[in-house]
């Protein structure tokens, strides 16, 4: 059984940067798809960015472009979401989530990952 753990998060001031991990313990990993996902007070869990099971391909909403940047290290089982010019709308729960997946491309279908963590609070002032 697949079992995430993230870290990282805290509060941080606009224009900062943070980088958050997600441990993963279980299976092979490098079978697995990931994805960053994040959830704001009153608002629907969205997904922030997502990266293939090899790294090679990686997705980003648009409002996170150029600022956010996901990666993994397989051999340390470990995703990444470095996170920089932080603004305060980018305040919420993140999570990362993973789901097996045969061809190595990204995930964007919440409804598709299967193993959650338990979140990370990230909470930019202004």
């Known amino acids: 059984q697949m079992q995430l753990v993230e870290s990282g998060g805290g509060l941080v001031q606009a224009g900062d940067s943070l980088r958050l991990s997600c441990a993963a313990s279980?299976?092979?990993?490098?079978?697995?798809?990931v994805g960053w996902f994040r959830q704001a007070p009153g608002k629907e869990r969205e997904l922030v960015a997502a990266i293939s099971r090899s790294g090679g391909s990686s997705t980003y909403k648009d409002s996170v472009k150029g600022r956010f940047t996901v990666s993994r290290d397989n051999a340390k089982n470990t995703v990444f979401l470095q996170m920089s010019r932080l603004k305060p709308e980018d305040t919420a729960v993140y999570y990362c989530?993973?789901?097996?997946?045969?061809?190595?491309?990204?995930?964007?279908?919440?409804?598709?990952?299967?193993?959650w963590g338990q979140g990370t609070q990230v909470t930019v002032s202004s």
């Open positions: 989530a993973a789901t097996e997946f045969r061809m190595d491309i990204v995930v964007i279908f919440t409804a598709s990952y299967k193993h």
């Open positions: 279980g299976p092979t990993f490098s079978n697995y798809a």
